[in-house]
């Protein structure tokens, strides 16, 4: 099994800043698809940001689209996200998430369903 652990979440103002990493440990996630989630208190945990296995095709939420970038690094063991003009709606825990094998259409990239493998998530303040 694949275990995922997230940091670099914190407290951060309102147009700042932060970078989310996600380590994989027990196996390698080079073929799997990662994915971004976060759940604010009182919500449903939503869809953020995911990526294929190569890191060429990506899909992004409304609310992260062109804000957000997803990446990963398979020779590290590694997936990322940069989160840019961070917004006060923001604030939520995010968690990494693994699929394997990958959804089969796009639309499903943005549901828990296909995902396995979860981290136990990071917290992301924004103030205003």
């Known amino acids: 099994q694949v275990q995922l652990v997230e940091s670099g979440g914190g407290l951060v103002q309102a147009g700042g800043s932060l970078r989310l990493s996600c380590a994989a440990s027990?196996?390698?996630?080079?073929?799997?698809?990662m994915a971004w989630f976060r759940q604010a208190p009182g919500e449903e945990r939503e869809f953020v940001a995911a990526?294929?296995?190569?890191?060429?095709?990506?899909y992004y939420a409304d609310s992260a689209e062109g804000r957000f970038t997803i990446s990963r690094d398979n020779a590290k063991n590694t997936a990322h996200l940069q989160m840019n003009s961070l917004k006060p709606e923001d604030t939520a825990a995010y968690y990494c998430?693994?699929?394997?094998?990958?959804?089969?259409?796009?639309?499903?990239?943005?549901?828990?369903?296909?995902?396995?493998?979860w981290g136990p998530g990071t917290q992301v303040t924004v103030s205003s």
């Open positions: 990526i294929r296995w190569s890191g060429g095709i990506t």
């Open positions: 998430a693994a699929a394997d094998p990958h959804p089969s259409y796009d639309s499903d990239y943005s549901s828990t369903t296909p995902y396995d493998y």
């Open positions: 027990r196996r390698t996630i080079s073929r799997y698809a």
